[in-house]
Protein backbone atom coordinates (compact mmCIF):
# COMPACT_ATOMS: atom_id res chain seq x y z
CA UNK A 1 0.00 0.00 0.00
CA UNK A 2 1.64 3.21 -0.88
CA UNK A 3 1.67 6.29 1.15
CA UNK A 4 0.24 9.98 -0.17
CA UNK A 5 2.97 12.27 0.02
CA UNK A 6 1.18 15.32 2.72
CA UNK A 7 2.00 18.66 1.91
CA UNK A 8 2.39 21.06 4.57
CA UNK A 9 3.31 25.05 4.47
CA UNK A 10 3.19 27.00 6.86
CA UNK A 11 1.91 30.38 7.32
CA UNK A 12 3.01 33.34 10.26
CA UNK A 13 0.81 35.65 10.82
CA UNK A 14 1.42 38.96 12.24
CA UNK A 15 -0.86 41.27 15.02
CA UNK A 16 -1.96 44.31 13.90
CA UNK A 17 -3.11 47.37 15.90
CA UNK A 18 -6.33 49.48 14.37
CA UNK A 19 -7.30 52.34 16.75
CA UNK A 20 -10.08 54.46 15.40
CA UNK A 21 -11.72 57.57 16.46
CA UNK A 22 -14.64 59.52 15.83
CA UNK A 23 -15.00 63.70 17.22
CA UNK A 24 -18.62 64.74 17.61
CA UNK A 25 -19.32 67.98 19.15
CA UNK A 26 -21.49 68.88 22.19
CA UNK A 27 -24.74 69.40 20.19
CA UNK A 28 -23.78 66.11 18.51
CA UNK A 29 -23.30 64.40 21.74
CA UNK A 30 -26.07 65.58 23.34
CA UNK A 31 -29.04 64.79 21.10
CA UNK A 32 -27.82 61.92 19.08
CA UNK A 33 -25.94 59.35 20.75
CA UNK A 34 -25.90 56.51 23.40
CA UNK A 35 -23.22 54.66 24.37
CA UNK A 36 -23.62 51.04 26.50
CA UNK A 37 -20.75 49.12 27.35
CA UNK A 38 -21.04 45.35 28.83
CA UNK A 39 -18.16 43.29 30.32
CA UNK A 40 -18.41 39.51 30.48
CA UNK A 41 -16.53 38.19 33.04
CA UNK A 42 -16.75 34.72 32.16
CA UNK A 43 -15.43 34.96 28.72
CA UNK A 44 -13.10 37.64 29.23
CA UNK A 45 -15.19 40.32 26.45
CA UNK A 46 -16.19 43.25 26.49
CA UNK A 47 -18.91 44.82 24.31
CA UNK A 48 -19.24 48.69 23.74
CA UNK A 49 -22.59 49.06 22.17
CA UNK A 50 -23.04 52.74 20.11
CA UNK A 51 -26.39 53.77 18.88
CA UNK A 52 -26.67 56.89 16.69
CA UNK A 53 -29.46 58.95 15.63
CA UNK A 54 -28.18 60.47 12.13
CA UNK A 55 -30.37 62.90 9.78
CA UNK A 56 -31.41 61.08 6.85
CA UNK A 57 -33.83 60.63 3.79
CA UNK A 58 -34.83 57.57 2.03
CA UNK A 59 -34.51 58.24 -1.60
CA UNK A 60 -35.30 54.36 -2.89
CA UNK A 61 -35.52 50.69 -2.90
CA UNK A 62 -34.38 48.35 -5.13
CA UNK A 63 -36.14 45.12 -4.96
CA UNK A 64 -35.44 42.14 -6.82
CA UNK A 65 -35.49 38.29 -6.98
CA UNK A 66 -33.56 36.49 -4.98
CA UNK A 67 -32.01 33.55 -7.19
CA UNK A 68 -32.17 32.90 -10.89
CA UNK A 69 -35.48 30.74 -9.47
CA UNK A 70 -37.40 33.35 -8.26
CA UNK A 71 -36.56 35.53 -11.13
CA UNK A 72 -37.81 32.66 -13.19
CA UNK A 73 -40.86 31.93 -10.96
CA UNK A 74 -42.18 35.75 -11.20
CA UNK A 75 -41.88 35.63 -15.16
CA UNK A 76 -43.30 32.28 -15.62
CA UNK A 77 -45.62 31.09 -12.97
CA UNK A 78 -49.28 31.69 -13.18
CA UNK A 79 -50.63 33.12 -9.50
CA UNK A 80 -51.70 29.78 -8.17
CA UNK A 81 -47.92 28.78 -8.25
CA UNK A 82 -46.67 31.75 -7.05
CA UNK A 83 -49.04 31.61 -4.31
CA UNK A 84 -48.00 28.01 -3.01
CA UNK A 85 -44.50 29.25 -4.26
CA UNK A 86 -43.67 32.77 -3.42
CA UNK A 87 -41.23 34.82 -5.19
CA UNK A 88 -38.18 35.57 -2.27
CA UNK A 89 -37.15 39.13 -2.89
CA UNK A 90 -33.36 40.99 -1.91
CA UNK A 91 -34.45 44.66 -1.25
CA UNK A 92 -31.62 47.28 -0.71
CA UNK A 93 -32.48 50.68 1.10
CA UNK A 94 -30.75 53.57 -0.64
CA UNK A 95 -31.03 56.55 1.82
CA UNK A 96 -28.71 59.76 2.02
CA UNK A 97 -27.18 60.21 5.35
CA UNK A 98 -26.16 63.76 6.71
CA UNK A 99 -23.78 63.14 9.69
CA UNK A 100 -22.99 67.06 10.06
CA UNK A 101 -26.79 67.87 10.89
CA UNK A 102 -28.20 67.43 14.62
CA UNK A 103 -31.91 66.63 15.25
CA UNK A 104 -33.01 68.32 18.82
CA UNK A 105 -34.33 65.49 20.96
CA UNK A 106 -37.65 65.92 21.01
CA UNK A 107 -38.12 66.12 17.35
CA UNK A 108 -37.96 62.93 15.00
CA UNK A 109 -37.83 65.29 11.90
CA UNK A 110 -35.52 67.78 10.56
CA UNK A 111 -37.29 70.41 8.19
CA UNK A 112 -34.77 73.13 6.40
CA UNK A 113 -35.11 74.99 3.34
CA UNK A 114 -32.89 75.38 0.52
CA UNK A 115 -32.73 77.64 -2.39
CA UNK A 116 -33.78 76.32 -5.90
CA UNK A 117 -32.33 78.35 -8.96
CA UNK A 118 -34.22 77.98 -11.99
Given amino acids: MEMEEIKIEEIILERFRKNFGVKFDRNFLDNNISIESIA ?5 AICIKINLLLA ?8 YPKTWKDSFKER ?10 PVKYVEIDIKALYPELSIPKERMVLEYNRVVSD
Avoid at 40 to 44: A, G, K, N, W, Y
Avoid at 57 to 62: G, N
Avoid at 76 to 85: E, G, H, Q, R, V
Wanted: hydrophobic share 40%.
Fill in 40 to 44: DFQSE
Fill in 56 to 63: GKQLDIIR
Fill in 76 to 85: WFPKLLLNKY
